[in-house]
């Protein structure tokens, strides 16, 4: 029988276990925002006129002309943020902040499917008959690859909160 009498100087092993679950979850929110650059999160699926296709880092990250700046900064916010633990290890801070970020994420998530982006449109046929319509970006693969992605961020915090907070318990 194993049994801790505080006298020990590393972690215990829930302990170490919680924090090598907080390091590596993040890699999943790297795995998903890189998949998302090429999945869409929100898209119309016209593939006939107008579409509206939205990856991880905007409409269309490939091309200069619509590339949008704040789409790569948040793209790499959420990347560097999620290796800090495999660089500096797991501290008290990251752990509050990947759980707020994470919420933060989720919201935008939902708040993108509640209120999805949409285009209308209008033109004419060669013989001059009015055509048009309107699209709708609806949540494709991306977007739940996405919300995986969040929610492994939020686990990490969680799991890297509980490891700053368990102490190994002395016994009498």
Request: hydrophobic fraction near 55%.
């Amino acid at each position: 029988m194993n049994v801790d009498d505080g006298s020990s100087h590393g972690p215990s092993a829930p302990t170490a276990r919680l924090r090598r679950i907080a390091a590596l979850l993040p890699l999943v929110t790297v795995a998903a925002w890189v998949i998302t650059i090429f999945v869409p999160i929100l898209d119309s699926g016209n593939d006939d006129g107008p579409r509206i296709r939205i990856t991880s880092m905007g409409e269309n990250p490939f091309d200069p002309a619509t590339a949008v700046p704040g789409f790569f900064a948040v793209w790499l916010l959420v990347v560097v943020f999620s290796i800090l633990p495999l660089v500096f290890g797991i501290s008290r801070w990251w752990s509050g902040a990947a759980m707020v970020v994470a919420a933060l994420l989720i919201v935008v998530l939902v708040i993108a499917a509640l209120n999805p982006p949409s285009l209308l449109w209008d033109g004419q046929t060669a013989d001059g008959m009015p055509t048009g319509g309107m699209e709708v970006a609806l949540p494709d693969f991306g977007f739940f690859v996405c919300l995986v992605g969040a929610l492994a961020l939020g686990a990490a915090g969680s799991a890297g909160s509980s490891a700053g907070r368990s102490r190994p318990m002395r016994q009498p």
